[in-house]
C-alpha cells in the first residue's frame, strides 16, 4: 500500500558529541527521544550530509522529551550534536 505510515520503527542511540550519518539511503525519521541528562542537547540535522539541506538549524532539546519528527529524507540524514552531556534516540525507518 502506498503512503503506509509505520509507527514503529528502529532506535539508532546517540552517545557522543560530533557530526555523524545516521543512513546515506532514503529514510523516514519518526522523532528523536532525548533522555534525561544534566543539560539540554544541542542538536542540528541535515537531509543528505553536513554540507546538504539542513532540516533543522540548531536546535535546544530539553531533556526528558520526545519530539515528533515526521520526515521524509530521500538523501539519508546526517546529525551533530553539540554539547557534552549527549544522550538522545533517533526514531527511524528505512523507506523501502
Known amino acids: 500500500m502506498s503512503g503506509y505510515v509505520r509507527e514503529a520503527g528502529r532506535g539508532t542511540r546517540v552517545t557522543a558529541t560530533g557530526v555523524s550519518v545516521l543512513t546515506s539511503a532514503a529514510a523516514y525519521v ?13 542538536l542540528q540535522l541535515w537531509y543528505g550530509n553536513a554540507t546538504g539541506t539542513p532540516v533543522i538549524g540548531t536546535m535546544s532539546a530539553i531533556s526528558d522529551t520526545y519530539y515528533p519528527m515526521p520526515l521524509e529524507c530521500p538523501t539519508g540524514l546526517t546529525y551533530a550534536v553539540t554539547n557534552e552531556d549527549v544522550d538522545l534516540t533517533i526514531y527511524w525507518n528505512p523507506s523501502s
Open 30 to 42: 519518526l522523532g528523536i527521544q532525548v533522555a534525561t541528562v544534566l543539560t539540554g542537547q544541542k
